[in-house]
């Protein structure tokens, strides 16, 4: 059964096809791309000038607080510490208020305010010598910013609140297990962010959350991988896990399984290059790792490990084409 092309998406790679299959002249194509909002004007522009500079902005004063406090760290005394965040947080929590977090001036706000929360909390732990470790401090910080996520509704605190959840998760493992449970540790780290890309997806398509756009897809996906490709790599090569076997055997499967979810959900439902590509990759990586263990990389050996490697790219990278090239009219 053949796709009907008026159905998909107008992209600006199907329509420069048509232009060049001479489907379209040039008027028609400028015209398509500025209907379907792909001709960038002048008020596109402004906008995204105006939400670059106020999140650079954020970044900058955010980064000046920091390195304020490390450089005068030994002439602060205890109310100068505290007094400062404590007014930093509040003016920011006040802009928020003020400007409301249906507006990016708000969500901004309320980031700045999640990011000064932080290093409230890592002040009070320097200066009384709680004696809490670093797990508790990413920990506390992810369950007092949990409500400013919610309300924000916007992408960066939303990455920012999984960033502290993964560290948290991370150090409690590193300050707590023995060294050759850590694979575990990586592997619960997968299964979040591979929830965390699931609930992003259901609620994109659903429009609920404030989680639209495709660039947070990417960081969700390299990430679930990064951790699931670790943890294998530590049941492949870590001699000290009694149980490795049945470790190596769970972690393969779920890399599989969520590889096999991202080559058919972003290549058939919702195309993304970058997800193919880093799935993939992953792949490359994981059966390296396992020719290195089973062949003996010296010699004539490591030769061919070589030339698997370049088989296994030029391969992907020939299916990448090939994909990418159905997705074209």
């Given at each position: 059964m053949q796709p009907n092309w008026l159905e998909r998406p107008a992209t600006r790679t199907r329509l420069h096809r048509l232009a060049e299959a001479g489907v379209i002249d040039q008027p028609a194509l400028d015209r398509a791309l500025a209907l379907?909002?792909?001709?960038?004007?002048?008020?596109t522009w402004r906008s995204f000038v105006d939400r670059l500079l106020l999140l650079l902005g954020v970044v900058f004063l955010l980064a000046g607080v920091i390195f304020f406090f490390a450089y005068n760290w030994a002439f602060l005394g205890r109310f100068a510490k505290f007094g400062?965040?404590?007014?930093?947080?509040?003016l920011a929590a006040g802009v928020a208020w003020h400007q409301g977090v249906e507006r990016l001036t708000g969500q901004a706000a309320t980031l700045a305010a999640a990011l000064l929360l932080g290093a409230f909390l890592?002040?009070?732990g320097q200066t009384y010598q709680t004696g809490a470790d670093a797990y508790q401090l990413f920990g506390t910080w992810a369950l007092l910013a949990t409500p400013w996520v919610l309300l924000a509704r916007f992408q960066p605190l939303w990455l920012l609140w999984l960033a502290l959840l993964n560290a948290t998760l991370l150090?409690?493992?590193?300050?707590?297990?023995?060294?050759?449970?850590?694979?575990v540790c990586y592997l619960l780290a997968f299964l979040l962010d591979s929830a965390a890309l699931a609930g992003w997806e259901l609620s994109a398509r659903r429009g609920i959350g404030g989680l639209g756009g495709d660039w947070p897809?990417?960081?969700?996906t390299v990430g679930a991988l990064f951790f699931v490709v670790v943890g294998n790599g530590i049941f492949t090569f870590d001699d000290r896990i009694e149980w490795a076997g049945v470790g190596w055997s769970l972690a393969t499967l779920l890399h599989?399984?969520?590889?096999g979810f991202c080559l058919s959900f972003y290549r058939r439902r919702r195309f993304d290059a970058l997800v193919l590509a880093a799935s993939l990759f992953s792949v490359i990586v994981v059966v390296t790792m396992w020719l290195i263990e089973l062949v003996p990389f010296e010699g004539k050996w490591a030769l061919l490990i070589g030339l698997a490697v370049v088989a296994e790219t030029a391969g992907a990278a020939a299916w990448l084409r090939a994909v990418a090239a159905k997705e074209k009219p």
């Open positions: 379907a909002g792909l001709l960038p004007v002048r008020q400062l965040i404590e007014v930093g947080l509040l890592a002040v009070f150090l409690w493992a590193l300050q707590t297990w023995e060294p050759r449970n850590l694979a897809r990417g960081f969700l599989l399984g969520f590889v």
